[in-house]
């Protein structure tokens, strides 16, 4: 039998570019080095994010802003270690786009930053379609979602700069083949960065701290 | 500090409600018994449609509508086993709607079917809000996305007839605290049913089975 594949046409996206050429703007002036984390639900930015600041807080003063459909324990997580940050409650909304990300750069003690963290709303599509103003695009891909998905979610993967390749703990575990995830990944997205981590043993964590570390400082000294 | 909260607007949705009552009732007119599966992406949603129709085959007729943004790789693992599918690519879409599911219901053989599966895109949010004339709604969630995952996408959670608790498998290397996921979800959701399964392992799977049987000959029987 031959599968039948239906193709929806797709909406073509306005307005966001300009507002998030504004947020970039703003955040080049202050010398913000400004990374937009996106995943699947339960990828694991929030711990990502949470085990970065503790690790870079002594050389680099961070912000977070904090996308959720719902609820703010992410930001309370972040609160708790005693960092600037706002969270952004989309009331349905599957995406960040730049307008949000503006009313959350307002409450932020800006002249006091040199990397924020914008973390995006759990989701492989609709992000990737709303610049926000960033530096940097990391996706985080984790190895229980499957080393099917950059063949399900392309436009995430193609556009990211990094692909954080989290929870390697579990490979014992599971079929996740990293040979053909990496093949797939780097088919369609020939420049990309993979760094295999696991944020809850550390493992891997840091070729990734040298990376982040390395941008701060050349945003910083520019 | 106090963590600063902003709450965006909800749009309103409208035309898809009509379009998804004309499906129901030509589901129903057949007496097919229709489920919307959603999860976030790699949760299992076609595992569990896998291990399904290989369980339930012989007694009911099974046919599959796949939606994905990208890739016919999970209406080809179903065509595999001869069941009839149709797979509808969103092109960035990150949710099915009742047109689409039309679209899928053209090209199925309805007068030979008695169960549908609906695989929606991966994505805890959107599907939620688009009705597609189903008569069942499932949602997966598995273990390593973490047991606070209600409290970030809780509509999901409120308006799902079942939740599928996948990979239970993988519990003794995670922190997933089964008592107090159940707890938030029967808080959002206190009609909820939930089955701990493994579509790895087999656990767990047979509670789904009858309860999904029961549900098929039930609609046939009306």
């Given at each position: 039998m031959v599968v039948k594949v239906i193709t929806i046409g797709q909406k073509i996206l306005g307005a966001n570019e300009e507002k998030a050429r504004a947020n970039k703007?703003?955040?080049?002036?202050?010398?913000?080095l400004t990374v937009n984390i996106m995943s699947s639900p339960g990828a694991g930015k929030t711990s990502l994010i949470l085990s970065t600041i503790k690790h870079?807080?002594?050389?680099?003063?961070?912000?977070?802003?904090?996308?959720?459909?719902?609820?703010?324990?992410?930001?309370d997580k972040v609160n708790e270690l005693g960092i600037p940050v706002v969270q952004i409650n989309t009331?349905?909304?599957c995406h960040l786009d730049?307008?949000?990300?503006?009313?959350?750069?307002?409450?932020?003690?800006?002249?006091?930053?040199?990397?924020?963290?914008?973390?995006?709303?759990?989701n492989l599509i609709c992000p990737n379609n709303y610049a926000l103003g960033e530096d940097r695009r990391v996706m985080i891909?984790?190895?229980?979602?499957?080393?099917?998905?950059?063949?399900?979610?392309?436009a995430m993967f193609a556009d990211t700069d990094v692909v954080v390749l989290n929870?390697?703990?579990?490979?014992?575990?599971?079929?996740?083949?990293?040979?053909?995830?990496?093949k797939v990944v780097t088919g369609l997205n020939p420049d990309v960065i993979i760094f295999p981590v696991s944020c809850k043993t550390g493992e891997g964590m840091a070729a990734w701290f040298s990376w982040l570390e390395a941008a701060v400082n050349g945003k910083r000294d520019k």
């Open positions: 703007k703003r955040l080049d002036e202050r010398g913000i870079l807080r002594k050389k680099s003063r961070i912000a977070v802003i904090e996308g959720d459909v719902a609820s703010s324990v992410d930001a009331a349905g909304g730049a307008a949000m990300v503006e009313m959350g750069l307002n409450d932020l003690p800006l002249e006091k930053i040199d990397l924020l963290f914008v973390e995006n709303v759990g891909s984790s190895l229980p979602e499957g080393d099917d998905k950059p063949y399900k979610y392309p929870k390697v703990d579990l490979q014992p575990y599971l079929d996740f083949n990293e040979a053909a995830f990496r």
